[in-house]
């Protein structure tokens, strides 16, 4: 009998009721941030509720509809395809009136639009609080496709953009903020998914290598790849990349960034595993035409290690990420 990996014991209560979930209803095509069928399909979907996701005293209609397809899009982006259907079930209030059917649809559109993707349908109903869930249909890369399952021992492990920042402009908006602009406001307003980057990523892998997209932090990102992939991870804390805006929040909050950066979620960005020669071929082509930057590597064992600028830094603590659910045992 295989024994169980020392990752298990990481695992936040979310996570083991989504393993439960798997075991009920024999879901093989359960565990990416997409289901891969057999069609070459991707198919994902989920939902953002007031109260849980947003608060509608601190974001517009449009930013809510805006940020309920960008999330949605960034699962596909998380596994390297291409978007093209959504189907989009709107649960609303009673006092909730056509013209703010109006401006919750319009940051819909803008968001599909700007990504190419149809609205092709979806449903509308009653509820005590607003509620949006969305289904995302794609098709798989014509390079192939990446889960978390596919990193090996001596891949270097990248990262797109930045992290925390998302967390930082939940910081400000918490704390009265009323401007709208501003690198941290804007990514937790109006996230950006990495579709672009993943192709980037599978047209040079194709199949080969791990992805997924970043959408519970950082520590969340790297302990998926680990288990999935059934392997160690190494992680540099001072590569992790860091927008100055949310450091000079994070000071201001008297919080360390790589906190917000590891467990403040929302960032949206893509961690992946590459094969180190083809990483250090790309790399040789220079940086403008690579959005990752490398902040580990993947070890032949089964924990997670991190230091920070050499040095050794304490270990992961799930309890400190989002949970969409709070779970008892």
């Given at each position: 009998m295989k024994a169980a990996s020392p990752l298990a014991g990481l695992l936040t209560g979310e996570q083991k009721l989504i393993d439960s979930?798997?075991?009920?209803?024999?879901?093989?095509l359960i565990g990416d941030d997409c289901a891969l069928i057999a069609s070459q399909m991707l198919v994902s979907t989920?939902?953002?509720?007031?109260?849980?996701?947003?608060?509608?005293?601190?974001?517009?209609?449009?930013?809510?509809?805006?940020?309920?397809v960008a999330v949605n899009l960034s699962d596909i982006a998380a596994m390297a395809g291409r978007p093209r259907y959504l189907f989009v079930t709107v649960c609303a209030p009673a006092e909730f009136s056509h013209t703010d059917f109006r401006s919750?649809?319009?940051?819909?559109?803008?968001?599909?639009?700007?990504?190419?993707?149809?609205?092709?349908?979806?449903?509308?109903?009653?509820?005590e609080k607003l509620m949006l869930s969305l289904t995302v249909i794609g098709d798989v890369h014509e390079n192939g496709c990446l889960t978390r399952a596919g990193a090996?021992?001596?891949?270097?492990?990248?990262?797109?953009?930045?992290?925390?920042?998302?967390?930082?402009?939940?910081?400000?908006?918490?704390?009265?903020?009323?401007?709208?602009?501003?690198?941290?406001?804007?990514?937790?307003?109006?996230?950006?998914?990495?579709?672009?980057?993943?192709?980037?990523?599978?047209?040079?892998?194709?199949?080969?290598?791990?992805?997924?997209?970043?959408?519970?932090?950082?520590?969340?990102?790297?302990?998926?790849i680990a288990r999935a992939s059934?392997?160690?991870?190494?992680?540099?804390?001072?590569?992790?990349?860091?927008?100055?805006?949310?450091?000079?929040?994070?000071?201001?909050?008297?919080?360390?960034?790589?906190?917000?950066?590891?467990y403040g979620g929302e960032d949206y960005e893509l961690v992946g595993c590459i094969d180190a020669n083809v990483w250090g071929e790309w790399r040789k082509e220079g940086s403008k035409n690579n959005p990752f930057v490398p902040v580990g590597i993947v070890t032949d064992g089964d924990s997670i290690a991190m230091t920070r600028h050499g040095a050794a830094a304490p270990a992961l603590d799930m309890t400190r990420c989002f949970q969409h659910r709070p779970v008892t045992k």
């Amino acid at each position: 009998m295989k024994a169980a990996s020392p990752l298990a014991g990481l695992l936040t209560g979310e996570q083991k009721l989504i393993d439960s979930i798997k075991s009920w209803v024999g879901g093989n095509l359960i565990g990416d941030d997409c289901a891969l069928i057999a069609s070459q399909m991707l198919v994902s979907t989920d939902a953002l509720v007031e109260g849980v996701h947003f608060r509608r005293d601190l974001m517009t209609l449009e930013q809510i509809g805006w940020k309920a397809v960008a999330v949605n899009l960034s699962d596909i982006a998380a596994m390297a395809g291409r978007p093209r259907y959504l189907f989009v079930t709107v649960c609303a209030p009673a006092e909730f009136s056509h013209t703010d059917f109006r401006s919750l649809y319009q940051g819909i559109t803008d968001c599909a639009r700007q990504y190419r993707v149809t609205v092709a349908g979806g449903d509308i109903t009653a509820s005590e609080k607003l509620m949006l869930s969305l289904t995302v249909i794609g098709d798989v890369h014509e390079n192939g496709c990446l889960t978390r399952a596919g990193a090996k021992p001596g891949d270097v492990v990248v990262a797109t953009g930045d992290f925390g920042a998302s967390r930082a402009g939940l910081s400000r908006l918490l704390c009265g903020e009323t401007s709208r602009q501003g690198h941290a406001l804007e990514r937790h307003i109006r996230p950006v998914p990495r579709l672009s980057e993943s192709w980037t990523l599978v047209s040079k892998t194709g199949s080969l290598g791990a992805l997924m997209d970043a959408s519970d932090g950082f520590a969340d990102a790297i302990l998926q790849i680990a288990r999935a992939s059934s392997v160690g991870l190494m992680i540099e804390l001072g590569s992790i990349p860091i927008h100055e805006e949310t450091r000079k929040i994070a000071a201001e909050a008297g919080v360390d960034p790589i906190e917000w950066a590891l467990y403040g979620g929302e960032d949206y960005e893509l961690v992946g595993c590459i094969d180190a020669n083809v990483w250090g071929e790309w790399r040789k082509e220079g940086s403008k035409n690579n959005p990752f930057v490398p902040v580990g590597i993947v070890t032949d064992g089964d924990s997670i290690a991190m230091t920070r600028h050499g040095a050794a830094a304490p270990a992961l603590d799930m309890t400190r990420c989002f949970q969409h659910r709070p779970v008892t045992k």
